[in-house]
């Protein structure tokens, strides 16, 4: 693929993964969807340090992709200061302990790698509160916002050049992520009897 081509797809997916808050920011505001807010942040905390690691291993469409999930993340904290769950709980502090080991051992080891690969592990134990939430409550949850963070990272996937895990690690995580949660939210939605578009 060529260059140009290669820069519009990589904006195209980090302008879709902002807008695909969008629908979730309605659903708040809606009180459809109730979002637990510090975990919200934790995955911005996570996401930003991701990004970073990637950026200063020359990994451009995977750093691009990570910024686009902090803003559309913090978009989600903002407005879930009003509206969603603010409790804080014990996995809460595991991700922000998470995301300090993962800062220190990069700065300590010089390997944005072993910081990609700590993020990654504690983003996925951090989004465990969100799928026993789907699991107990999948008519909370946004599904069109998942299915779009999901396209998103396909098709940053389909900018990348690169074989190398610091680029990599990150999209594959995001796209397998979301696709499980709107799998997830659709599976749920049908055992209950709930609209699958609700």
């Known amino acids: 693929m060529h260059l140009s081509a290669r820069l519009l797809l990589l904006?195209?997916?980090s302008g879709l993964l902002v807008i695909s808050v969008i629908p979730y920011l309605i659903d708040i505001v809606k009180k459809q969807t109730k979002p637990r807010v510090v975990s919200w942040?934790?995955?911005g905390i996570l996401g930003a340090i991701?990004?970073?690691a990637a950026l200063s291993d020359h990994q451009l469409p995977a750093a691009v992709l990570s910024f686009a999930s902090v803003v559309e993340v913090m978009l989600v904290v903002v407005l879930g200061l009003y509206y969603g769950d603010r409790k804080f709980q014990k996995v809460d502090v595991f991700c922000q302990i998470g995301a300090a080991i993962g800062l220190a051992l990069w700065f300590a080891l010089?390997?944005?790698l072993t910081a990609i690969i700590i993020i990654t592990v504690v983003d996925l134990l951090a989004a465990i509160p969100t799928y026993i939430h789907i699991?107990?409550?999948p008519?909370?949850?946004t599904l069109?916002?998942?299915i779009l963070c999901a396209t998103a990272s396909a098709l940053t996937l389909g900018t990348i050049t690169s074989l190398a895990l610091t680029g990599l690690i990150y999209p594959i995580y995001l796209l397998l992520a979301n696709v499980l949660m709107a799998g997830l939210i659709m599976?749920?939605?049908k055992a209950l009897a709930v609209p699958i578009s609700s």
Do not use: Q, T, V, Y
Request: hydrophobic share 50%; no cysteine; glycine share 4%.
């Open 135 to 137: 699991w107990r409550a």
């Open 110 to 112: 010089d390997s944005p």
């Open 144 to 146: 069109l916002a998942f």
């Open 139 to 141: 008519h909370e949850e």
């Open 50 to 52: 991701a990004g970073a």
């Open 11 to 13: 904006m195209a997916s």
């Open 187 to 189: 599976l749920r939605r």
């Open 41 to 43: 942040f934790n995955w």
